[in-house]
C-alpha cells in the first residue's frame, strides 16, 4: 500500500511539472484544461455524492454497517411500502376536523342533485361529486339526538362519545307527489334509532319530520351491519316501502327482515319470527329490490353445524314484496327463504370462503365478496351469482333439522303446493303458513358460484368493501375495486375468457392504493362516473378509475382496461382507438406466452444488454429493467454462478449493488426470475489503470460537452422566440438572464 501511494505521488508531481511547462502555451489550452478538471471534479463529486446517498439509503455501507447494523431493515421495510403501491394518485380529501374521528362510515350517491351524501357521527354532508373538496357546493347539517335519548343510552352502560351518538347509516330519495328531493333518512339515534323526512332546497336540507320509527331500518348501535332499500311499487296497495335488515331491540338479540311503510310505521308491516334457525346473530351486508322479491344478503351463525361448534355461514334471503303476512301469526313473512352460499376453492377438501362482507349487482349478476375467519388464516375472495341459480336453489328441497339436531332435507310430499316462497295468493294458503311456522325456512342446496370456482382470491388480506364497474373503456373488460381493514384499496382487472359463461375471467391485480397510509379500516367504497370514493373513521377521499400513468411495466399497464400501451412512446396511456396503443385484447395469447406475445406486439426485446464500466474500490448497481412486472425476488448469476458475498446486496427492487469493486468482479451478470426468464442482462468492466480511467473520464466529458451545446442552442432559440413575442424590452433581458447565456 505504501509504495502504490508513494507511485501515486510520483505520478501527481510528473504532472505537476507538466502543467507548469505548459504555461505560457497559450490562455486557451490553459482554460480548457481548467474547464476539463473542474467538470471532473464535478462528476467525481456527484458520483461521491451519488454513492454516499445508495449507501445511506440500503444501509451497505461498510463503515454504516458496522455502526448501525439494524439500519437495513428499516430502510428496507420502506421500499417495500413504496414499491408495491401507489400512494396520494389525484387524491382528493375532505376532513370535517382533523382533531378526532367523525366516523364517515355510509356514503350514497345522489346523481340528480350531484352530491355524494356521508353519513357520519351527528352529520350529514353533501359534497359535490366532480371534487368533494369543493367548499362552494356543499351540505353539512347537524342531526343529534336528544338528550333524554343520550342520558337513557349512557344509564344503560353504553359509551357516551361513541354509542351514545347519532350514527347515519341509511338516506335513500322518495318519490314524494307532493315534495320534490324528498329524502328518507335514518340514524342510530343513541341507541333509539330515528327516521327523519327532509327536503333538500339548494344547499341545506329542511327537516320534515324527526320523530319517524326506524326500528329494523337502522341499527341500535354504530358497529352493528344494517341494510335497507326502498321499494315503491309491488307492494301491497304499491305502497312504498322500506325493506330492511337490522335488529330491532336495545339489546340487540332480536334480528329482523322486515318491510315498513315510509309514511305509516304500522301500514303493511311484516318481519321474520323471531327463531334462531331463521336468523341466528345476522350481519347484513345488502339487499335488493328484483322483480317479484327482495333479496337480502348477510352473515349469521350456522344453525346446522351447530354439532360440531360455532360456524359463521354467508346467505342469501328472499321476499315477496306482496307478502301480506300470515294470517296465524300476525305480520309474519309466509314468503321467507334462505339458502347458504358457497364460495370456496374446489378440491377433495373444499377451502370455503365462509364470510360474506358486501355484495355488488350488475345486471343479473351479484358478485360478493367474502373473507375467512379472523381467527385462521385470513384470505379474501371474490365469487359470482347468477341469479337464476340462487331462484333455482329456492326450487330445491328444503332442510329442517330433528330432534337431534341432525339436519336432513325435507320429504317433499311434507311440502305444500304451492310451495313456501311463491308470490301469488291461493286458497290453499294456510298451509304454506303452517309450514312456514314449523320450519326454517332454509334451503338444502347450497347457491353455487357461477364458476364453481373464485373469481379472485388472495391471501393474508381481510377486504371489506367491494366496487364493480362493467364494460370498461366500451370493452368486455370489468375492474374490481375492493377496499381492506388496512387502509388499502385494491384495483383487480377482469377479462373474459372464449367462453365467458362457463369459464371464470382472467384476472389480474394491478395496483394497490394506499391514500391515507393510516392502516385503518376504510368503511365506504362507492363509485361514480371517473372516481371512487372511500371514507375511513377520519376523512373521506376521492380519486380517480384510472391510473394509466403510474404504470411503468407492459403487462401491468394493458391489464387494466382502462389503459393501453403506446409502442411508439414506450409508455402507458389512456386507451383509445389510437393504431399506436395496445391494448389487453389486441395481444394473441391463444398462440403466444404472454412474454412471446407482448414481445411481438409491441416489437423489440423486453430486457436490454448493458456494459459498464468502473473503478476498482467503486460501486455499482444493476438495476432491473425488464419491461413486464416481476412477482417475487430474482436470482443473479455472474458467468452462470450464482452471486454471493458481503459486498454483493440484493435491494428490494431486485437490484444488484457490488461495493468495493475488484478485478476479480469483470464479467457477465445476469438475473432471472422464478420461471426462469431473463430479466437483467449486463457486462462489467473494471478499469484498473490511469489511461482506462482518463479515457472514460474524458469520453463522459465529451458526452456532456455535446448535451451542453444542444442546450445551449435550445437557450438561443428560446431567446428568439421571447424577444419576438415579449412587448417589453427589460421582459426580454430578465429571460435572457434567466436563460444563462
Known amino acids: 500500500m505504501g509504495a502504490t501511494k508513494e507511485k501515486e505521488e510520483d505520478e501527481e508531481e510528473e504532472e505537476e511539472e507538466e502543467e ?74 375532505f376532513q370535517d376536523s382533523k382533531s378526532y374521528p367523525i366516523y364517515y362510515r355510509y356514503l350514497t350517491v345522489d346523481e340528480e342533485s350531484d352530491f355524494l351524501f356521508v353519513g357520519a357521527m351527528n352529520k350529514l354532508f353533501g359534497l359535490n361529486l366532480q371534487n368533494i373538496e369543493n367548499k362552494a357546493q356543499r351540505i353539512s347539517q347537524d342531526f343529534r339526538p336528544s338528550n333524554s335519548a343520550r342520558d337513557h343510552c349512557r344509564n344503560n352502560g353504553k359509551l357516551e362519545n361513541f354509542d351514545c351518538q347519532g350514527h347515519i347509516r341509511f338516506l335513500t330519495r322518495l318519490k314524494d307527489r307532493t315534495l320534490r328531493d324528498t329524502f328518507y333518512m335514518c340514524s342510530t339515534g343513541s341507541f333509539k334509532p330515528t327516521g327523519y323526512k327532509l327536503v333538500l332546497k339548494q344547499n341545506s336540507f329542511n327537516l320534515v319530520q324527526s320523530d319517524l320509527n326506524a326500528h329494523g331500518i337502522c341499527s341500535f348501535g354504530p358497529n352493528d351491519n344494517t341494510t335497507a332499500v326502498l321499494v315503491e311499487n309491488g307492494t301491497p296497495h304499491d305502497t312504498p316501502s322500506l325493506f330492511g335488515g337490522a335488529v330491532k331491540d336495545f339489546l340487540q338479540s ?240 377482469a377479462w373474459p375468457k372464449i367462453n365467458p359463461k362457463y369459464d371464470p375471467p382472467t384476472t389480474y391485480l394491478v395496483s394497490k392504493i394506499i391514500p391515507l397510509g393510516d392502516n385503518k379500516p376504510i368503511w365506504g367504497l362507492v363509485n361514480h362516473g371517473n372516481s371512487i370514493y372511500f371514507s375511513t373513521d377520519t376523512a373521506v377521499g376521492q380519486i380517480p378509475v384510472e391510473t394509466c400513468d403510474k404504470y ?64 476498482t474500490g467503486s460501486s455499482v448497481m444493476f438495476r432491473v429493467a425488464y419491461k413486464l412486472h416481476i412477482r417475487g425476488n430474482v436470482r443473479w448469476s455472474k458467468e452462470g454462478t450464482p452471486v454471493r458475498g458481503d459486498r454483493h446486496i440484493l435491494a428490494q427492487d431486485n437490484s444488484l449493488i457490488i461495493t468495493d469493486i475488484r478485478s476479480a468482479d469483470e464479467g457477465h451478470y445476469e438475473a432471472k426470475d422464478s420461471n426462469g426468464r431473463v430479466v437483467a442482462d449486463y457486462s462489467l468492466i473494471v478499469e484498473t489503470n490511469k489511461e482506462q480511467i482518463e479515457q472514460r473520464w474524458m469520453r463522459k466529458f465529451d458526452q456532456w460537452c455535446e448535451e451542453f451545446e444542444r442546450y445551449q442552442e435550445d437557450i438561443r432559440k428560446w431567446e428568439k422566440k421571447c424577444e419576438a413575442c415579449c412587448e417589453e424590452p427589460s421582459k426580454a433581458k430578465v429571460m435572457t438572464a434567466l436563460g444563462g447565456r
Not at 454513492?51 to 454504516?64: A, E, Q, Y
Not at 458496522?66 to 421500499?79: A, E, H, R
Not at 329482523?256 to 308491516?269: F, G, P
Not at 407482448?598 to 423486453?606: E, N, P, Q, S
Request: net charge neutral; aromatic share 12%.
Open 20 to 93: 507548469e511547462e505548459k504555461v505560457g502555451g497559450g490562455e486557451e489550452e490553459e482554460e480548457e484544461q481548467q474547464q476539463q478538471q473542474q467538470q471532473q471534479e464535478k462528476e467525481e463529486e456527484e458520483e461521491e455524492i451519488k454513492t454516499s446517498i445508495l449507501d445511506v439509503f440500503l444501509g451497505v455501507s461498510l463503515k454504516r454497517q458496522k455502526k448501525y447494523p439494524t439500519m437495513l431493515p428499516f430502510v428496507v421495510f420502506i421500499i417495500i411500502a413504496s414499491a408495491n403501491a401507489f400512494q396520494n394518485i389525484n387524491l382528493k380529501l
Open 254 to 493: 332480536a334480528p329482523v327482515i322486515s318491510r315498513h311503510a315510509v309514511y305509516s310505521s304500522a301500514a303493511s308491516y311484516v318481519s321474520t319470527m323471531k327463531k334462531i334457525d331463521w336468523l341466528n346473530e345476522p350481519q347484513f351486508v345488502g339487499s335488493f329490490d328484483v322483480g317479484d322479491y327482495v333479496y337480502f344478503f348477510y352473515r349469521e351463525v350456522a344453525i346446522e353445524y351447530t354439532n360440531c361448534g360455532k360456524k359463521i355461514f354467508s346467505r342469501v334471503a328472499r321476499v315477496c314484496k306482496n307478502d301480506e303476512g300470515s294470517s296465524l301469526k300476525k305480520n309474519t313473512w309466509v314468503s321467507f327463504l334462505k339458502a347458504r352460499l358457497n364460495c370456496s376453492i374446489p378440491g377433495e377438501y373444499p377451502f370455503y370462503f365462509d364470510e360474506i362482507q358486501d355484495v355488488f349487482k350488475i345486471r343479473d349478476m351479484f358478485y360478493a365478496l367474502f373473507t375467512t375467519n379472523v381467527n385462521g388464516l385470513t384470505a379474501s375472495a371474490i365469487c359470482g351469482y347468477n341469479i337464476t341459480n340462487i331462484d333455482n336453489a329456492f326450487e330445491g328441497s328444503f332442510k329442517q333439522g330433528n330432534s337431534t339436531s341432525i339436519w336432513l332435507p325435507v320429504p317433499n310430499n311434507k311440502v305444500p303446493n304451492p310451495r313456501p316462497g311463491s308470490c301469488s295468493r291461493d286458497s290453499t294458503r294456510i298451509q304454506q303458513e303452517q309450514f312456514v311456522s314449523q320450519h326454517s325456512m332454509l334451503m338444502d342446496r347450497a347457491v353455487p358460484h357461477q364458476f364453481r370456482e373464485p373469481i379472485f382470491y388472495k391471501s393474508n388480506t381481510l377486504m371489506r368493501k367491494l366496487v364493480v364497474i362493467p364494460n370498461v373503456a366500451g370493452g368486455d373488460g370489468m375492474v374490481f375495486f375492493t377496499a381492506s381493514n388496512a387502509g388499502v384499496i385494491y384495483k383487480i382487472a
Open 552 to 615: 411503468t411495466k407492459i403487462d401491468l399497464c394493458i391489464y387494466d382496461p382502462y389503459c393501453g400501451w403506446d409502442t411508439n412512446l414506450g409508455e402507458c396511456r389512456i386507451y383509445s382507438n389510437s393504431p399506436s396503443i395496445l391494448p389487453y385484447k389486441s395481444i394473441d395469447l391463444m398462440s403466444y406466452s404472454l412474454e412471446e406475445a407482448i414481445t411481438k406486439a409491441v416489437g423489440g426485446y423486453l430486457v436490454k444488454f448493458e456494459r459498464i464500466s468502473r473503478t
